[in-house]
Structure formats: C-alpha cells, structure tokens
C-alpha cells in the first residue's frame, strides 16, 4: 500500500519550534519531490516546503529563515523542522508526494 504519514504536530507557544515528520511506504523518497503543504481554517492549502530528489529546496516566503525541510534516506522519511512559530502558521500540515497526500497533522500556535 502506497501512503505518507505525518506525525509530529501539537501545542506550541508563539517562538516554539516544532518538527515533523513524514513517513513513507511504497515511495522512495529519495527518487522524488516531497513537499509540505499547510491549510488553515477558511483557507486554501498552500505550498510551505519542498525537497527534490537530488536535495534542492524551495521555501514558501512565509518559511524562509525560520523552516528547514530535510530528508533522511536510510529512514525514508522527510522532516519539517519549524522554529520561530507564530499564530498565524496553525494549520494542518500535509506532506505530499507522487500524487499522494497524507491524512494531515494539526499544528497550533497559540499561548
């Protein structure tokens, strides 16, 4: 069975940090683009991050400087590591790739 899952979302206050994690089976992620998706409440989903099979990343403007995607081949899994977090990045979280989505991980910044 192809699927991704995440894990990692919770409870932050504003100016914590928190990573997640996606998990794959039946994808290689190192043969793919793997991308983190957000979509907050009234919102559409949106493009956070991406990594590429040979490593390049892309930022969202809202991520840049304070998210830092990565990937961990022996692992199969890609990370979200978010620091800095402010109200307005509660979301749920998506990862993506070869045109599968997760089940999504909610994130909430809020004191």
């Known amino acids: 069975q192809v699927q991704v899952v995440e894990s990692g979302g919770g409870l932050v206050q504003p100016g914590g940090s928190l990573r997640l994690s996606c998990a794959a089976s039946?994808?290689?992620?190192?043969?793919?683009?793997v991308g983190w998706y957000r979509q907050a409440t009234g919102k559409e989903r949106e493009v956070v991050a991406r990594?590429?099979?040979?490593?390049?990343?892309y930022y969202a403007t809202s991520a840049k400087g304070r998210f830092t995607i990565s990937r961990d081949n022996a692992k199969n899994t890609v990370y979200l590591q978010m620091n800095s977090l402010k109200p307005e990045d509660t979301a749920v979280y998506y990862c993506?790739?070869?045109?599968?989505w997760g089940q999504g991980t909610q994130v909430t910044v809020s004191s």
């Open positions: 039946g994808i290689i992620f190192s043969f793919n683009t």
């Open positions: 990594i590429t099979s040979v490593g390049t990343t």
């Open positions: 993506y790739a070869m045109s599968i």
